[in-house]
């Protein structure tokens, strides 16, 4: 008499070769096919018959089937297959317009604004928390602390030809316009400007856009000088006749670059009260700072 077959055994005959670990529920179905199996081939009721080799073929290509079915249906994923979609990232947001106007508006945190229409150059930035800004025509643009006055707080942007004379007497108006967008054309006339003190200009670049650096102080007193009719130590004259001016002992760093054909300025003042955080904030500001010709 031939001894039982036990279909845990014929399972693991069939796996020995292959892949050995299979989850419980795929054990337990291949073992249920194959002992239904096995009971349909007995031809009497109390004993087992030597099995034949159509019987043993049969057997196997069941086993075979039902791991096939069960490796799919319960095993792990691969290639891709059951697992969750990739989720699609979102689009970043487009840079919102500085408003444009006489009046300053408070600017969202964190989000980014460029100088758009009729501004010269496109120039975007990050907005600090508690800062407005304002467009003034194609010629200026800037953004500031509220409560704090441009151009002695925050980040100016400006394009401009006219330098003073001398800040100290208005009355001698201003240099006649500089030529084309030459950088080295303008930094020569506002290290010249009398009464202040200029710091070495030196190469640099900002988001791919070579230009100069330099540095400007205003004296700490304006006793003596004969200013503007509105009280401005004028140093600069933008666009309309309006007025660039400093503030006793005003320090401003800035950054002159050539955009394709127009001279942009990036001016960082620091007025003497100013704080570390407000400082802080201009420089964030400043480092996020991307160019892009206005066509």
């Not at 979102?90 to 840079?95: F, I, L, M, Q, R």
């Not at 900002?206 to 007193?221: E, F, I, M, N, R």
Request: net charge negative; aromatic share 8%.
């Amino acid at each position: 008499m031939t001894a039982p077959r036990d279909p845990d055994v014929l399972i693991r005959a069939f796996l020995d070769e292959g892949q050995t670990d299979l989850p419980d529920r795929a054990f337990d179905a291949v073992r249920r096919d194959i002992h239904h199996t096995r009971q349909r081939m007995v031809l009497g009721p109390w004993r087992e018959p030597r099995m034949s080799i159509f019987a043993r073929v049969a057997i196997a290509a069941a086993a075979v089937v039902a791991v096939g079915l069960a490796w799919v249906t319960f095993g792990p994923a691969r290639n891709g297959i059951g697992t969750q979609p990739t989720p699609t990232p979102s689009p970043t947001a487009s840079p919102r317009g500085l408003p444009f106007g006489d009046q300053e508006l408070p600017l969202e945190p964190g989000a980014t604004y460029i100088t758009a229409d009729p501004f010269l150059v496109r120039v975007t930035f990050t907005a600090p928390d508690g800062w407005v800004g304002r467009l003034g025509a194609q010629y200026l643009a800037f953004t500031n602390p509220t409560g704090r006055d441009a151009p002695a707080y925050g980040v100016v942007f400006g394009i401009f030809d006219k330098v003073a004379a001398d800040p100290c007497n208005y009355d001698r108006g201003f240099k006649g316009a500089l030529p084309g967008s030459s950088v080295d054309a303008l930094v020569t006339a506002l290290t010249a400007v009398p009464g202040l003190e200029a710091s070495t200009p030196i190469d640099v670049t900002v988001d791919g856009y070579a230009g100069k650096q330099l540095t400007l102080t205003a004296p700490a007193s304006f006793e003596g000088c004969t200013l503007s009719p509105n009280g401005d130590y004028a140093v600069w004259q933008l666009g309309m006749d309006t007025n660039n001016p400093f503030i006793a002992g005003q320090r401003d760093r800035l950054w002159i670059l050539e955009v394709d054909g127009q001279r942009l300025v990036i001016d960082l003042p620091e007025a003497p009260d100013q704080s570390a955080q407000e400082r802080a904030d201009a420089q964030a500001v400043f480092d996020s700072i991307q160019i892009a010709p206005a066509n």
